[in-house]
């Protein structure tokens, strides 16, 4: 069932969360954690649609980047290869569970990002254990995974604040227009995250409870806070 829910999930993704400001901050928040990063190889954990490769090669940092990204989920790994067609960056794209082994050496990617897939993890010790394994030493990670019960309001209310900022006396006809061209992906949208947040399949944890899973899986937190609206929950950590 779940696998369904993300091979649906793939078709409205895009249409309804990369119109949202916030979810553009929180890709340029995850490029901008790992700029510091001294190095070229990394790993997008469950990439999806592949939001976050593209502006992750443009974010200023080496000519040499190379990125493994993995997804479960078919439908999601072809739109993400379909953001990356053409532009002569090298992505190598795996279909593969991250409740298993990941078929990785040891000490193999300067930096990992995984958003927004811990909820749907049976293990996520082990996946953090695993993450660990494959970091070399002093690679980061960026994990970013909702509160439990997120809310959509407060999400709704910072992307109208930055469009308030930006387009000072456009920005309702600019909301109007995006609310009317998401109404359709938006029939499934809902449904699909309402599922997954009362669903016993997916999981939250707090904020404690993942820094002291890091900690005792041997990471250094270095940052933590919540982005998204205070949706979600934002940790950096290095090994
Ligand atoms: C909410 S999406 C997040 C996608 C992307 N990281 C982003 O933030 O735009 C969750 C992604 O995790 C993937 N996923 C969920 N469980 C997984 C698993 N066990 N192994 C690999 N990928 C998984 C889904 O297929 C989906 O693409």
């Given at each position: 069932m779940?696998?369904?829910?993300w ?44 939001n ?39 992505v ?13 050496e ?109 900690t ?24």
């Amino acid at each position: 069932m779940n696998k369904f829910i993300w091979h649906i999930y793939a078709y409205v993704y895009d249409a309804v969360l990369l119109k949202l400001i916030p979810y553009r901050m929180m890709i340029d928040e995850v490029c901008q954690a790992l700029d510091s990063v001294n190095g070229n190889y990394y790993l997008d954990a469950g990439c999806g649609t592949g939001n976050y490769l593209k502006p992750f090669f443009d974010s200023g940092k080496s000519n040499n980047i190379r990125i493994t990204a993995i997804d479960c989920s078919q439908s999601m790994i072809t739109r993400a290869k379909g953001k990356i067609k053409g532009n002569g960056k090298q992505v190598d794209f795996y279909k593969l569970d991250l409740n298993n082994k990941l078929p990785f050496e040891d000490e193999t990617f300067e930096g990992i990002i995984c958003v927004n897939v811990l909820y749907s993890i049976q293990d996520p010790e082990e996946m953090i254990g695993e993450f660990y394994r494959v970091l070399k030493k002093q690679g980061k990670l960026v994990l970013i995974t909702p509160l439990d019960q997120p809310k959509i309001l407060p999400i709704i209310r910072e992307h109208i604040d930055e469009l308030i900022n930006k387009y000072p006396k456009k920005w309702r006809v600019i909301f109007l227009s995006q609310l009317v061209k998401s109404i359709i992906p938006m029939i499934l949208f809902i449904p699909i995250n309402l599922y997954i947040t009362a669903n016993n399949d997916f999981w939250f944890l707090t904020e404690e409870q993942i820094k002291s899973l890091l900690t005792s899986s041997n990471y250094c937190v270095q940052d933590s806070s919540l982005i998204y609206g205070r949706q979600n929950i934002f940790i950096l950590a290095r090994k």
